[in-house]
């Protein structure tokens, strides 16, 4: 390990003989001493005691807005308390579900003057009382102060006291020391037990091993002096004896766990912890006893490390679900195997009500009673939710004794409530129940309680995107055209795909205007970015455009009003524009760009073409930009295809490629309805799905006319 350099050695040595005191006055277990450096950011772990490097090597580094006691304590200048797994849990899920383990914690800060300096954690075993006596809080308090008056002065003096890029160790003083004779007798002891025995220190390695204990491990002193017995012996490998290694060391409580010797010897180990290291007795199994598997050792039992680690992956995947379906889904897919449920269900908080938003192992019918249950209704999951305190029912005679008139589903005898709190906000309630009775031991309730927690984290987000998703839906709704009106001699179709990021929320649009009987304007832009800003500014262009050309105003002279107005806004977002003056009686179009991508046009011999129109600014750019038009021919049979970038914009593809492509695509397709083409164009774009820009599409067929003048009609727009 880096030792510290010496300036920050000499410094940090002031604070070794305190922190020892304090250790031993307040009798903690494990302690930690926090500098916070003068960026201000993260506070970082500079001494530890009664424990390893590799078991606090997690916790050096600490944002200073992140939610632990720590950091709570530095904030408000107070101890911080915490009395049970349990409530680490409910108040810290993140630290509850890192720390699985039985203890209790106390954090205060180092203060000085009106600053904050760092802070120190304390470790005790469940054993412990309830409550520090006011004899540990008072030396608590001294040390505290006196390392703030410490800090803070080494600060003034121009030389703050800073953690090195590791933390001090400070190993245990021995209990008692022994002579040479003596220490050959304890030898000789050991030597003669019948069961192996060996020591491991703090840090996990071995220190000594009787020949029994090689015997059953099948490994000689070369291969364990020095070494964790999970890294050396390649049949311990895996989380288990890690797993209670740190437990034993964090909760000074014994813990076991028994491990298969290929190929069919099972060896029972048994860790007990002190100040010093670890005493682990290993023995074997008889032959013919029943073997662990045989017991049906349910999921997540003290000792087996699925339950946490199906929790750390179900944290990881409730990063990635996006609405409250994913979110339940997830739930169902990821608990179930590790927890062993056989009915599950999630609710969340809807205006005072609880909705049933994912179940499994529950019959509809029976569920329909609860859901939209009031949070005034008495009943376990209103309770767990309103009160935030969870309740667990060990049988049915448990539960039948808290509610009376309570419906019971099946034979099931066990059943755990547990509250979706996030930031102080009740989100919902998660029911878990069983066939058989579960004790529910505390390792395990705390572990719910941590897995709540983190659930209810990804409810709130997951609520927050489903409002948010159905907002930036009916906003765009609102900003596109409902429906196109129909113009004499136009056959038209019209696609949008939003994008896929952000809101949802997309600056691409289109519009279809008619000017008169026998003329329409069709128009297609693309505003700058995907939220809320775009759309609104999309919605601005869009009504400018509409109101110019409703007035049978001129393609270029509508961009170059439309451009004015957008200047004059000075919104910071730039927007092509395409704008096409149709008139089928006459065979005739024509068509000014701001910008835009090119239109295609399919002659009724199919004959494709991509028409390049004089290149112009964006708008929003000059005030004064000029936007000139140009004149086509728009004969019966022509089509006229107007897109924006989505549609043929791929990373690492090049624009013009893709654009012949579509073209080329265009004069080969044999659709005969505008609303099949517009399909097949959209399916030829391989857009991915979801996409990371929006699409609009517009397709125009001049037809021959057949209504006459004055007829009026819609035709549908699909989105």
């Known amino acids: 390990m880096e030792q510290p350099t010496a300036a920050v050695a000499d410094g940090l040595e002031r604070l070794v003989d305190p922190f020892r005191c304090v250790m031993q006055n307040v009798s903690a277990s494990v302690g930690g001493i926090y500098l916070l450096p003068p960026d201000g950011q993260v506070v970082r772990l500079a001494m530890v005691s009664g424990a390893s490097w590799r078991i606090a090597a997690p916790w050096t580094r600490v944002a200073t807005d992140a939610s632990t006691p720590l950091t709570d304590a530095m904030r408000e200048h107070r101890l911080v308390w915490v009395g049970s797994q349990e409530e680490m849990a409910s108040r810290y899920p993140k630290m509850g579900l890192a720390l699985p383990y039985d ?4 954090a205060a800060p180092f203060t000085g003057g009106t600053s904050v300096w760092g802070g120190v954690v304390f470790l005790w075993p469940m054993w412990h009382p309830p409550q520090l006596c006011p004899r540990e809080h008072d030396a608590i308090d001294a ?39 003596e220490t050959l007798e304890v030898v000789e002891f050991v030597e003669r037990l019948p069961v192996g025995c060996c020591a491991l220190d703090l840090d996990g390695r071995i220190t000594f091993y009787n020949a029994a204990a090689a015997d059953l491990l099948g490994a000689g002193a070369t291969d364990l002096i020095g070494t964790r017995p999970w890294e050396t012996v390649l049949w311990l490998q895996g989380p288990v004896f890690e797993e209670r290694y740190r437990a034993a060391v964090l909760s000074r409580q014994p813990t076991s766990f028994t491990a298969l010797r290929p190929p069919d010897q099972w060896l029972t180990f048994q860790l007990y912890p002190g100040t010093s290291g670890i005493s682990v007795h290993i023995t074997a199994r008889p032959a013919g006893q029943e073997t662990p598997a045989a017991h049906g050792r349910s999921p997540a039992e003290p000792g087996d490390s699925t339950g946490p680690h199906s929790l750390m992956h179900l944290a990881a995947t409730l990063t990635e679900a996006v609405g409250v379906n994913d979110v339940a889904d997830l739930v169902a897919e990821q608990l179930v195997p590790a927890f062993g449920p056989q009915g599950l269900a999630l609710m969340v908080n809807d205006e005072g009500r609880l909705r049933i938003v994912g179940h499994t192992g529950y019959s509809s019918e029976f569920l329909d009673r609860y859901d939209g249950a009031p949070l005034t209704a008495d009943t376990p999951p209103t309770h767990a939710l309103t009160t935030g305190i969870p309740s667990f029912f060990t049988s049915f005679q448990d539960f039948r004794r808290a509610y009376p008139g309570a419906v019971r589903y099946g034979s099931r005898n ?38 709540a927690g983190l659930i209810a984290q990804g409810l709130d987000r997951a609520r927050l995107y489903d409002a948010t998703h159905q907002l930036a839906h009916t906003l765009q709704t609102g900003l596109l055209p409902k429906a196109l009106p129909s113009v004499p001699g136009l056959d038209v179709a019209a696609r949008y795909l939003p994008a896929r990021q952000g809101m949802d929320v997309g600056g691409d649009f289109y519009d ?62 730039f927007t092509s524009c395409l704008i096409a003056h149709l008139d089928p009686a006459h065979h005739h179009a024509r068509l000014a760009t701001a910008g835009h991508p090119p239109p295609l046009l399919r002659h009724p011999d199919g004959h494709t073409e991509i028409l390049r129109l004089p290149p112009c600014l964006l708008l929003g750019i000059d005030p004064n930009a000029a936007y000139p038009a140009t004149d086509i021919r728009f004969r019966p049979g022509t089509v006229l295809v107007l897109y924006t970038d989505g549609l043929v914009e791929t990373p690492g593809a090049d624009i013009d490629d893709a654009t012949a492509a579509l073209a080329q695509q265009l004069a080969h397709a044999e659709e005969s309805t505008m609303d099949d083409l517009a399909d097949t164009l959209i399916h030829y774009s391989g857009r991915p799905t979801p996409c990371n820009d929006d699409i609009a599409l517009l397709l125009i067929q001049a037809t021959p006319i057949q209504a006459t003048p004055g007829q009026t009609g819609e035709t549908d727009s699909r989105q």
């Open 143 to 181: 040390f505290c102060h006196g390392t703030g008056v410490l800090l803070q002065r080494a600060s003034d003096q121009g030389n703050p006291l800073l953690p090195a890029s590791e933390p001090q160790i400070l190993h245990p003083a021995r209990s008692r020391t022994t002579g040479w004779a």
């Open 103 to 106: 203890f209790m914690l106390a």
């Open 414 to 451: 066990a059943w755990a409530f547990l509250p979706l709190i996030t930031s102080g906000h009740p989100v919902g309630a998660l029911v878990l129940s069983y066939d058989q009775p579960r004790p529910f031991p505390p390792a395990e309730r705390a572990i719910l309680v941590s897995l």
């Open 512 to 573: 279809l205007i008619r000017c008169d009987a026998t003329t329409a304007t069709a128009a297609i832009g693309d505003v700058q970015g995907h939220n809320v800003t775009a759309a609104a500014l999309m919605g601005q262009v869009r009504t400018a455009v509409h109101a110019h050309a409703t007035l049978g105003t001129a393609p270029g002279e509508v961009l170059a009003r439309t451009n004015r107005l957008m200047t004059d806004l000075d919104p910071g977002l």
